[in-house]
């Protein structure tokens, strides 16, 4: 029913299908973003259409598109010489980035295939697609884009995080698995204070993320941050007793260990009434039974 009606306006004399509205966007900038595939076509089957006319803050159809995962549309505007897939919006933010960030998959693998696509492109914001891929935990975007060689794995994002140290933090097991799997990772990699990802994921009790890194030879348990505190400080602090239980199995680590406060992890332990965590703590063991 739209297409029809819309076929009968564009040929009203005089009619201007690139004219924006009182918003700032153009008709193909709402019928990409809303997903109405049979009017994009009906559009882009005009002379006359220009694909890349940017709408309010920069947006054109492509990134209307990328933004809502609408694949067909994507599908239709790039198969368009003239339609630029790497046009950005005021915040510098592309049709792939912002697919990435949403999670779009698909459309993120039809943009990667596009020869003139740089993956490794900043936004404003200086993040790059591999680490908002991995901060969100779009684990079929992270496994897609760890597949290009031209991928730089440990680009550094807001705070000097890196990738694997947003995935930690946030508990994305999958993501973090992906990442280690790539020769050139830094699994250590601090932050602009000194927190590697072993550190933050045993802050906040991401236990199968703490296990995962432990695994690896190249992840030091004792690694402190800019207070002088270790991940074993963090899981004591908060109360973690099955972060702690895992730490403790490593032999390496210290738990008598003063921060730049000189406080160890069993005093924050009995500072905050953590109780079993100060058992753990006070035998220098982890439990009997399995926690894992």
């Known amino acids: ?34 997903g109405h595939e049979g009017v ?18 920069g947006l054109t159809p492509l990134l209307a598109a990328a933004l809502r995962g609408h694949e ?41 295939c596009q020869d003139d696509i740089d993956p490794n492109k900043l936004s404003r914001g200086g993040t790059a697609l591999v680490w908002e891929a991995a901060r969100q935990g779009h ?21 000097g995080t890196t990738p694997l140290w947003e995935a930690a933090f946030r508990g994305h097991e999958g993501v973090v698995k992906m990442l280690l ?27 199968g993320v703490v296990k995962i890194l432990l695994g690896r030879d190249d992840v030091n348990p004792g690694k402190s941050d800019g207070h002088d505190r270790t991940p074993l400080h963090y899981a004591a602090l908060n109360g973690h007793a099955r972060v702690v239980g895992i730490l403790l199995r490593r032999g390496e680590v210290n738990t008598n260990k003063g921060d730049e406060y000189g406080q160890t992890p069993l005093s924050y332990a009995i500072r905050n009434g953590h109780a079993w965590v100060t058992t753990l703590l006070q035998h220098r063991t982890a439990p009997t039974h399995r926690t894992d």
């Open 40 to 57: 994009v076509k009906l559009l882009l089957g005009r002379n006359d259409i220009d694909p890349n006319k940017p709408g309010l803050g």
């Open 181 to 207: 799997t790539r020769d050139d990772i830094n699994p250590d990699g601090s932050d602009n204070y000194g927190q590697a990802p072993l550190l933050v994921a045993a802050a906040a009790g991401h236990y």
């Open 72 to 112: 067909e549309i994507v599908k239709m505007l790039l198969s368009r010489d003239d339609a630029n897939p790497e046009l950005s919006d005021e915040d510098r933010i592309t049709p792939l980035f912002i697919a990435a960030y949403q999670g779009h998959q698909g459309v993120v693998k039809l943009l990667l």
């Open 139 to 159: 684990e079929g975007v992270v496994k897609l884009l760890l597949g290009r060689d031209d991928i730089d794995p440990n680009k550094l994002g807001r705070g």
């Open 1 to 34: 029913m739209i297409g029809q009606i819309v076929a009968r306006l564009l040929v009203v004399e005089g009619c201007d299908i690139n004219r924006k509205d009182s918003m700032g966007n153009s008709p193909l900038i709402w019928a990409a973003g809303n």
